[in-house]
């Protein structure tokens, strides 16, 4: 069916115009789980559609940069098809097609981690992450494209270029899980994975109207990892077009493993078991705003993530504007020392050899430079503040069930701009200043959760974040679901 232009499917995703959608690719993850589950449609079937409309949509939006051969994945689903026709056990994923962001290593597919020094790299082993959903039964059919070591907010890179937004193709898709984004923004994929460090499964999900979870610290084990010891920022989480759907791939990803000294343990039931009754939630939220003026703000964003907030007034959610008593600036120069130690950490091996560092994007060279001239005396002053904020954080949600954020400073800009070197006529002074409003909910640890907020009136899409209480995954994921429930949804 065609449908007219523009037009929305049931999920709320863009479909371009003229391009004919399957019902199908229409379905959430966890619709169509239980159609496969109940044999009312096939893994063959499922995996032809999302190829269909893989053809129609990526050339458009570069949205998945690694694809297998059709046939390869088609006999794959077959296979899972004879499996469960023979009665064999399969998984809550069995018969789904997934791409993963081309920064998880999977084995005997090309993993490029959006850098030209492993254009040709072929892993042998999965990691944690891939593992996990393979064993789930997902048919693993590709990769999704990502800014270089995922070091950005915007979704671009020498090897592939540049994914192209699902609402506006002129515009950013965010990132750094950009291509997941949009995959599964446009029904390219029915669910996906992202990261996030300093804001990448946010960021994209606000940019492309759909939800991106960041789990509580260890919720998600980080393996493989070379300092499995300072790991404690990125993580990752799973990206939907709703909540159900992102509880669904939470569950499949997160579990104790010992190669992780921070992993939490299993809690031992499903996400998406737990969620009937969250629309009958009141919770009462702290709206933090652009923290009292510290975050320039394009015109336009803050209003529409207040108005996205007051509409749950009307389903009685308690909205509360708060100012913590804190230094931000402080907290900022915290996380970018702490993320520059990281990236010194996972790429300052390439100082060593001139070649190999000059072919770094300027950012990271920029990241691995800076972090060198920290003292420890630097380093030693961020953890603490970073440690006062999360005391913080932690005192507000002893009285707030979850504190908001928008999930951007700007909507989604020109695809060509490799960040906003502006902000409401105040100059960036780094590629990441501009997403600072995403260094609060990083710093603590806690869950944090990106739901659409809308768009503003020239159709660019906005989000607001949710930060949860500390290994408070569940809960915010019920909080989550509430607002999907109650917010007005596009039409």
């Not at 449908?3 to 019902?23: K, N």
């Not at 996205?308 to 008593?325: C, D, V």
Request: hydrophobic share 45%; with cysteine; aromatic share 8%.
């Amino acid at each position: 069916m065609t449908l007219p232009r523009p037009a929305f499917a049931a999920s709320g995703a863009l479909v371009s115009p003229d391009v004919a959608m399957s019902e199908i690719c229409r379905q959430g993850a966890s619709a169509l789980a239980r159609m496969l589950a109940d044999r009312r449609i096939s893994a063959v079937e499922v995996a032809g559609a999302f190829l269909d409309q893989i053809t129609a949509q990526n050339l458009t939006f570069n949205a998945i940069v690694t694809l297998r051969d059709r046939q390869d994945i088609l006999a794959d689903a077959r296979a899972l098809d004879q499996a469960r026709a023979r009665g064999d056990a399969v998984g809550p994923l069995a018969g789904l097609p997934m791409a993963f962001k081309d920064l998880q290593p999977t084995a005997g597919l090309r993993t490029t981690f959006g850098s030209p020094l492993f254009a040709d790299f072929i892993p042998e082993e999965d990691s944690l992450t891939v593992a996990r959903i393979r064993a789930a039964g997902a048919i693993v059919i590709g990769k999704t494209n990502t800014p270089e070591f995922g070091l950005g907010s915007h979704t671009y890179n020498t090897l592939f270029g540049r994914t192209r937004n699902a609402f506006l193709p002129a515009l950013s898709a965010g990132g750094s899980s950009g291509g997941a984004a949009v995959a599964v923004a446009l029904s390219m994929l029915p669910v996906a994975d992202g990261s996030d460090f300093g804001g990448s499964l946010r960021n994209p999900a606000a940019f492309n109207n759909i939800f991106g979870f960041r789990p509580s610290l260890g919720r998600v084990p980080n393996v493989p990892a070379k300092d499995a010891f300072f790991g404690q920022f990125s993580t990752d989480g799973p990206m939907a077009r709703s909540v159900a759907d992102l509880a669904l791939m939470l569950s499949v990803m997160a579990g104790y493993d010992p190669r992780s000294p921070i992993a939490s343990a299993d809690e031992g039931f499903c996400y998406e078991d737990r969620l009937e009754g969250a629309e009958a939630l009141r919770p009462r939220v702290a709206w933090l705003g652009d923290l009292g003026g510290r975050l320039p703000m394009e015109p336009g964003v803050l209003a529409l993530c207040e108005a996205a907030l007051g509409a749950m007034e009307q389903a009685g959610w308690r909205i509360e504007p708060a100012l913590p008593g804190f230094d931000f600036a402080a907290l900022w120069r915290s996380f970018v020392a702490l993320r520059g130690l990281a990236a010194l950490v996972s790429h300052g091996e390439y100082r060593s050899d001139p070649s190999r560092y000059a072919a770094l994007k300027p950012e990271l060279q920029w990241e691995i430079t800076e972090a060198a001239k920290l003292s420890a005396d630097d380093v030693a002053t961020a953890a603490l503040v970073r440690s006062r904020w999360r005391e913080i954080a932690l005192d507000l949600l002893s009285r707030f069930d979850a504190l908001a954020l928008p999930s951007a400073q700007v909507f989604p800009f020109p695809v060509e701009e490799d960040w906003p070197k502006e902000i409401a006529g105040l100059a960036m002074d780094s590629y990441h200043r501009w997403f600072e409003v995403a260094a609060p909910g990083s710093m603590t640890g806690f869950p944090v959760v990106n739901v659409p907020a809308g768009f503003a009136p020239d159709g660019r899409p906005m989000g607001v974040q949710l930060i949860g209480r500390p290994r408070g995954d569940l809960d915010l994921l019920r909080v989550a679901a509430a607002y999907e429930a109650a917010a007005p949804r596009a039409s």
